[in-house]
């Protein structure tokens, strides 16, 4: 439908699902209709299609004034009037589509979706909600791998970088999801979810990048060469973080490495941790009236280090919400700086360990108190520190998970999850 014209006569529910899909085609999109919602009239605001603001009249479809239109949807919710739409498409020889009547249509529109480059369309007979489920299961398919569409296309070249997300494999993206499906080789972390790598086809060679904390790790210059040398052996590289790679995941080394070899890249962003902890354990970053900024540091290395670029000096100012990434081993340094600087020691703070996954939990407590809580509770990495008055928010609120996912299901459900 690219560069085409097309006519949606009606703008409400049906035309609100049609429409964006056209409009993403390509397509000249003219909607005909007195009112619209509120999603498709800031379409037209945009600039994405053209609205007519009136109800449908004899040769909005055909008559001398309308363009050459291609396609034509019939999606009021008068049938007399989607039937006058359809017979005038049909005396002019194009292609309707009634949203009220199939039997009626001269074409069928199909539950559509796009994987790895592959487009599909499924009409199941008079059952559209079969034809979506269908749809589903196949996109879904190749996205994750199981449908192997790796034969016969264009082969992938170069390296992708693709934040996985926070832990739990339902997270990654889709545009991650599909591009792991295509992976010659994959380099992945530990934090990664690395559930997905089961669903690759045997053939696929999977390189451990892992980088235990004060453990043993694979140096970045090895990773960095890895992702190098299986490129410019025409391999398609996917490289899995947890996280974000761009958000203290040195994606950035990663890309400039290969961009002085000549091998492009393709970054894919990821839901980073620093925001999926607290939201997985019911705590707003921000709220209103309550913190409107949101500080995301690191501290590998901890606060008064020489190599420490991080203001706690400035952040204990703020009285925003403060993020914390790998602060667990430093827990107590962290909440003495901000003290010292000026944060009271009764600010809440809160400690997500293992966010999104089954064994996730919270730890709260103060700056005063939270070393000793997390010493306590032995917390360990990965865990994320949020700090401010968002915390006590959660709890006035009631929405703080404290205890594992498991725990928390089986309190929703009173049952174990399957």
């Not at 014209?5 to 009606?10: A, H, I, K, S, Y």
């Not at 790796?150 to 970088?161: H, K, M, Q």
């Not at 043993?216 to 060469?225: A, F, Y």
């Not at 000793?372 to 008055?389: F, K, W």
Request: aromatic share 2%; hydrophobic share 45%; proline share 6%.
């Amino acid at each position: 439908m690219r560069g085409r014209d097309v006519l949606v006569v009606g703008g409400g529910r049906v035309a609100q699902r049609r429409i964006p899909v056209l409009v993403e085609a390509g397509a000249r999109v003219t909607l005909l209709a007195p009112e619209a919602s509120a999603a498709l009239e800031d379409l037209a605001a945009a600039g994405h299609l053209t609205w007519l603001r009136r109800p449908y009249a004899p040769g909005d479809v055909a008559g001398p004034e309308a363009p050459a239109y291609w396609l034509v949807h019939a999606a009021t919710d008068d049938p007399a009037v989607n039937a006058a739409v359809a017979e005038e498409a049909e005396d002019a020889r194009v292609w309707c589509v009634r949203a009220d009547d199939r039997h009626a249509s001269s074409a069928w529109t199909p539950a559509s979706g796009t994987a790895n480059g592959i487009t599909v369309g499924v009409v199941a007979s008079g059952d559209p909600r079969r034809s979506a489920g269908l749809r589903d299961a196949i996109t879904e398919g190749l996205a994750d791998g199981t449908l192997d569409a790796r034969r016969g296309r264009e082969p992938l070249r170069g390296v992708a970088l693709v934040g996985g997300g926070p832990g739990d494999p339902g997270l990654i993206t889709v545009r991650g999801r599909q591009l792991l499906s295509q992976a010659d080789v994959v380099v992945v972390d530990r934090l990664a979810p690395t559930s997905l790598l089961d669903r690759l086809p045997a053939d696929v060679e999977i390189v451990d990048a892992a980088k235990i904390p004060y453990g043993r790790s694979m140096s970045q210059e090895d990773i960095n060469e890895v992702l190098v040398t299986r490129a410019a052996q025409g391999k398609f590289v996917v490289r899995l973080k947890g996280g974000d790679s761009f958000l203290f995941g040195r994606g950035g080394e990663e890309a400039a490495a290969c961009a002085a070899a000549g091998i492009p890249v393709i970054a894919v962003p990821g839901v980073t941790s620093a925001l999926a902890a607290p939201a997985s354990a019911g705590i707003p970053a921000t709220h209103r009236g309550v913190a409107q900024d949101v500080h995301i540091v690191s501290a590998h290395v901890p606060p008064g280090d020489s190599r420490s670029t991080v203001d706690w000096k400035g952040l204990a100012a703020a009285g925003g919400t403060v993020i914390v990434l790998m602060g667990v081993e430093r827990i107590r340094e962290i909440a003495e700086a901000l003290v010292a600087h000026g944060r009271p020691a009764d600010t809440p703070v809160a400690v997500v360990q293992e966010a999104t996954l089954p064994g996730q939990r919270t730890v709260t407590g103060t700056l005063a108190t939270i070393a000793a809580a997390v010493r306590s509770a032995e917390v360990r990495p990965p865990a994320v520190v949020i700090i401010g008055e968002v915390v006590k928010t959660a709890r006035d609120l009631d929405i703080l998970h404290t205890g594992t996912q498991l725990e928390s299901h089986r309190l929703a459900t009173g049952r174990d999850p399957q």
